[in-house]
């Protein structure tokens, strides 16, 4: 800033003269890079290599570490955490899935009852653009109604535009509490 103050007291065309006295000429900011040679181009170029031209300023704030813990003086920073999926649900809440060849979901899984006692539960977004599938019993296949993938109820690719399997999750249930759980092994 110090240096444009500089480089306008010394310049006298930025000066105009009122009855013998020289007055602070006013003039906008194109003018005055235009003045000091500095052309569009100029500018873009200045703008790309980031050379300070905006007038705002993105500073990093530093937030203050945490005040220990007496109980536990070293702390793991950042403790692993689980990202595995792994529940259990009860059918009573599910009535699509009471009866064979039902399917619902729950969060990003697509569960499908394929027996009495057997239920098959995969990622529910295709993997070809990420369209929720659903269930044909009629081909006993998984189905993506956007661009037509289908998927064997091992998660594998039948038919495309999708070229990778469906996740497939770990099944367990029990039929004396009707709860299922799905979980990854």
């Known amino acids: 800033m110090a240096l444009v103050f500089v480089i306008l007291l010394q310049t006298n065309q930025y000066f105009q003269s009122f009855k013998g006295k020289k007055l602070f000429y006013h003039m906008n900011r194109k003018e005055?890079?235009?003045?000091?040679?500095?052309?569009?181009?100029?500018?873009?170029?200045?703008?790309?290599m980031g050379g300070g031209m905006t007038s705002c300023v993105n500073e990093t704030k530093?937030?203050?570490?945490?005040?220990p813990n007496p109980a536990n003086p070293n702390p793991t920073p950042n403790p692993p955490t689980s990202s595995k999926i792994d529940f259990t649900i009860d059918l009573k809440d599910f009535p699509k899935l009471q009866s064979v060849n039902g399917f619902d979901y729950r969060d990003s899984i697509i569960i499908v009852r394929t027996q009495s006692d057997k239920?098959?539960?995969?990622?529910?977004?295709?993997?070809h653009q990420g369209t929720t599938v659903t269930f044909q019993s009629n081909n006993n296949q998984i189905f993506c109604e956007n661009?037509?993938?289908?998927?064997a109820l091992d998660g594998t690719v039948k038919i495309g535009p999708a070229a990778a399997s469906l996740k497939l999750y770990s099944t367990e249930f029990d039929s004396t509490t009707g709860k299922l759980r799905i979980f990854e092994t």
Not at 32 to 48: E, M, Q, R, S
Not at 147 to 151: I, R
Request: include cysteine.
């Open 119 to 127: 239920f098959v539960a995969l990622s529910k977004s295709c993997t």
């Open 62 to 67: 530093t937030v203050p570490a945490p005040s």
């Open 147 to 151: 661009h037509g993938s289908a998927f």
């Open 32 to 48: 005055f890079l235009k003045n000091l040679g500095i052309t569009g181009p100029a500018i873009f170029a200045l703008y790309c």
